[in-house]
């Protein structure tokens, strides 16, 4: 099992990197939502490769088509499709080394768990590629959390070792959130921005690669938001954020940092002011108990260097059972990070709909 | 919704820390297993309160009586319920501040999503107590696991700021797994361990509380385990040990540490020795696109200060909507990390079990 | 699996008919609704043996304890336990015939599945008696729903081959339907209902048992409720009718005599009178498309006979792989169809409460 | 939510009858199962529209097309989705009445449940052309059964008031089934089938529609399959089945006439035969305690007579929300039920595939 995801609002993705299309299955919205197409479209561009040397050159417009679900520019309440076709592959760059494992790669997973048969063109089913259907439909989910208001941010938190400061974790602003993922290159300090960059080109020039940490701003939630347990604020974003491909680690608030600290410092004290309940402090990243308290919900999402290097590395021959080694050919980013970005926010998007569908049920949507 | 998770191995868990019991109902178990009660007992007991004085003084036998599925010292193969009766409860230390919010709990959010219906002695369901349920459900999975021979053990890897080194990601063994956990503190270095002790008692001292940081180590798991995407190794591991109240951040393999790394260092290079497939470094944590590559798979868990201090904390009070202060009353733990060391394997050897009943089905359990 | 059920209300039991315990847990619920335990009780009671002449004499107070998500008189908003001891054992029954199948019963079936390891005392798992759980929560599922006005209610439509008239398909009311389940023996027509209890008597003089058909109507559901295809009123309905042990068929509406019907028939022709929207006829039970129209929803549930049963029947010893003849001994109903009215209601109480969940969210039950 | 199901085969199915295509997602089949495409064709053609007088007109090839998880002619382990276009459609025809309710439709029902925004072109989601995806569905699973030597069959039982004899309950055998289902027309008795297709006839030409039941032996089902209570084999089909538009009850075994037996008579009595265990009756169609006894798996599916017919019939215009009048304009069967014929058999074979995964897990398919 795989693909199939959600309590409120179910997901059902498929496809593989070089088959003939990728696509979603949306289940549980409302019918007569008015999808803003364009809105998606540039969520999309955000993630999609070729657009500059940072990323691979592969060119894919990510054009979405919309299968079912959708009538008179309006949902129609019963399950969404969308796919994107594959445009531009190069499968031939794959069929030379296919029993070749890929070091980092799931290329001997894959190969294990699907006894050989699962289909090892640009990473198949594994491959990142896979997360332009989340965008679509995290795009769908942050247009409707925007009508209460809540909105869902990221900056490039770090590259390798070039590192710039977290989010103000008690006054981060919505607005703010939406001028920095308006950049290209989202960072709140352009000139460390400059420098991730050059750390990013300098991996290319190696013919290496390097990974960095996302940061993430959720505003604007209600408190109340999640359950304890199982289905806590941080249990499903995090089994969702360890979906993307190259993620290794999640943290919540002060995160592995909190483990430092003295109940006294880490314990957000409480204050009240005219009506509105809220905490000095925010170290629990808006979250007690799996529950959402209304403060900022923060996290961050540390992603590993792509495993797609030009560099010799020692490796095995599947089929021949035997050691040898690979130069990865081929198409790819020297750094997954700033196109990871929109997927961060796409799962939380997603998440945090259907934990609202929970609270508030549907009718609030349209 | 909160309480049942669960594809192939489901659990349904109930209680809160000062009614009349808590519990877990395990669903999928074949019939037909012995189970080892006294290992049962064990893990428990290493969760358990009130065993020496790094812990609360409550004392709880946390005895555990099986109401069904197990029938002439076998499993039935039909659901099986287990229950903990709580029996040494101070309820009165909780109804004199019921509307004082504790900083750092679940109070407030418990609160506002159940509208002040919510069990509020010692936390309720928020209490740390409903992970016992989970140690008696994970020392049935791990009696389990034991039979492919699968060991998880962890230690201690950090206390605040005192911390001791790594386990071997690429060498460690079963058999010192379990000579570590057989420790009453479990470290790999004892005179750490006795530092880390120390910090524990300073912060109790202090009236206050300190956090910390889990490493834990699963061998011997084959290859081929866990899917891409929604149910990836990674993302159901992270939604249960994000289960457990007070853990703040998951890391897999380097975690945090591998966004610092290039490329060429986090590949963990794939050789061939005999039949044997494996790699040279596990900096992937044994995990790659999701499924187990058949490497030690090795996660940190991290774990904030216990919220409840005896220390002046500024607070709110729910029902008259003004600010106030708190001094945490009642008997509480410095420091949760050493009782949450079983609970971590606990999930983990669920999650494990649940994955291994999709990969080949039920008979081999029994 | 067997146990575990629901989407916004969840639901897990458990228990053997001659273990400790059986129980069920229910998730989902919000805080602060007051259960009235004399209405649980009733219900209970209605379900209970040992009542009468009619069925069992195994006396089972069916009394339940709730051990969590109930506090101060109120639910608590996380999971309610609740379980029911076993207080009226005779296992030695069971034990000298315990290889001896029973026809028509699931010691075959569960012997072969869990491999001879389930509990075979008085059909263990299998047992009608798994069902007081789901009268518990059927009993909480219909207060909630009275807030709605929805009221459920059955009559014994047949025993054998006795039979009384159907409810009026289209005019059916709430108040009429209380009258009826008020009864001891639940039927329009009493004469009817003396010639159905005769008819029970003298298949106990026998020795042997007999069956029949439960009819049930719910009225005042809203129209909107379910969804086409997987999650349509028919298909979660139909799945919880067959799980009642007993249960070999079901039908909406005119059911299998639609078969025989014109389309210009059984199409329930619209009609707006005010603002309400009706059909003259109801043919379709009150739901098309799976959903409901407003109509009342009217089904029927066939039970077979109690397998347990006097006569002299031949069989196998499943141990000693040979034929054989078997006597049931022990203290059997007759006849479970009045017994098993109040568990259709409930299952149908507990459908419809997670369907308005899902179209109304969980505010309006406190 | 209506469109995702399954536990250990998962399906995801959308689309609309006039929008651009419909499809399904499986989720849950292991890598390396070759589909014979032909089979998968064949079954489809036998629910396909336009083949003869007795159905629509509306001519639909439903040829589809894999766009994922299928790679060198095997299956690839990870999502398989594949899409059927739509291409006869003649949307106009229902503009005209767009907002007169259809009686005997979901016209009413999903206007309701989406706030009119569902689309309502033929029926739109609700459209029995959804089902053509169940049916590939099911093409798949059926074949993969095969491997087990698992057949599954069905014959028209009755047409209105014509109808033939019931299968052979206890010797109905694989060869047989197939033979019937190689039919055009799938009866026993062939006189009887020109009866049915008469009655047909004369349904189309009164301009109106006929009902039926549809009876279905599933053989060579080893007995352990299935579970007690809400996974039972009838629990689990019949919530498939009532998912198909227009089936109004499902009965297993003697099903209602069960109701009619005493206990001496249904009681299924069991026989040993060199080392065969088997049943001397089968009216409890092959299932006790909701698992498979080896026995052939009976069951019989009611449905209504197709709700569009070219008769005058009474229902209002929702929008000006008044009385007015209706002729069903447009193509459409005046029976459906020999094309529902393979769509039954199609959920059966996909409820039995997910029971026999949870039974002996995937290696056995390949």
Redesign the interface.
């Known amino acids: ?5 959600g ?2 609002l ?7 990197s070089h ?5 979603i ?1 949306i ?2 919205l ?3 939502i008015t999808l803003d197409t364009e809105y998606i479209y540039k969520e999309m561009q955000r993630r999609a490769p070729g657009k500059n040397k940072l990323s691979t050159p592969r060119k894919e417009k990510d054009q979405f ?5 959708y ?2 520019n ?8 969308a ?1 994107i076709y594959n445009t531009n592959q190069r499968s031939k760059d794959y069929e030379k080394t296919k029993s070749i ?1 890929r ?4 290329d ?3 190969y ?8 090892y063109r640009g ?4 491959s990142g590629r ?1 997360t332009a259907p989340l965008v679509f439909a995290g795009a769908i989910a942050k247009q409707i959390l925007e009508k209460k208001d809540i909105i869902i941010g990221s900056h490039i938190k ?1 590259i ?2 070039i590192n710039e400061n977290s989010f103000d974790a008690v006054n981060i602003e919505g607005g703010f959130l939406k001028e920095i993922i308006s950049k290209d290159f989202p960072v709140m300090d352009d000139e460390k921005g400059i420098k991730m960059k050059n750390r990013i080109l300098k ?1 290319k020039e ?1 013919m ?6 996302i940061e993430t701003a959720i505003v604007n939630v209600p ?2 938001v ?7 604020v ?3 974003l ?6 993307i ?1 190259a ?10 940092d ?15 002011e005219k ?1 509105d ?1 809220k ?2 402090t925010n ?3 808006g ?7 209304g403060m900022p919900i923060l996290f ?1 999402t ?8 030009g ?1 010799l ?4 021959d599947i089929q021949k ?3 040898t080694e690979i130069k990865v050919e081929g198409r790819h980013d020297p750094c997954i990070v700033p196109r990871a970005v929109p997927v961060v926010e796409a799962v939380a998007a997603i998440v945090l709909l259907d934990f609202l569908i ?4 549907i009718p609030w949507m ?1």
């Open positions: 099992m795989s693909g199939m995801w309590d409120n179910k997901l059902s993705i498929f496809g593989e088959g003939k299309a990728i696509g299955v289940d549980g409302p019918g007569g088509e919309i299968l079912s679900g009538f008179n309006k949902t129609t309440g019963t399950p969404l499709c796919v494992i070091p980092g790669h799931a001997y997973t894959g294990i768990k699907y006894k050989g048969f699962n289909d990473g198949g089913h594994f896979i770090s390798g070792e991996a190696d290496d690669s390097v990974g960095g940490i408190a109340g999640g359950s304890p347990f199982f289905d806590s941080e249990s499903k995090a089994q969702l954020l360890f979906s491909p993620v290794k680690g999640v943290e919540f608030g002060a995160g592995f909190i483990t430092r600290m003295k109940g006294s410092e880490s314990n957000d004290e409480f204050f009240i009506d309940i905490t000095y170290y629990n990243g979250v007690l108990g799996g529950i959402s308290n961050r540390a992603l590993k260097a792509t495993p797609s290097i560099k590395q020692r490796t095995i059972r035997k050691n929970e609270k508030d049920g349209i």
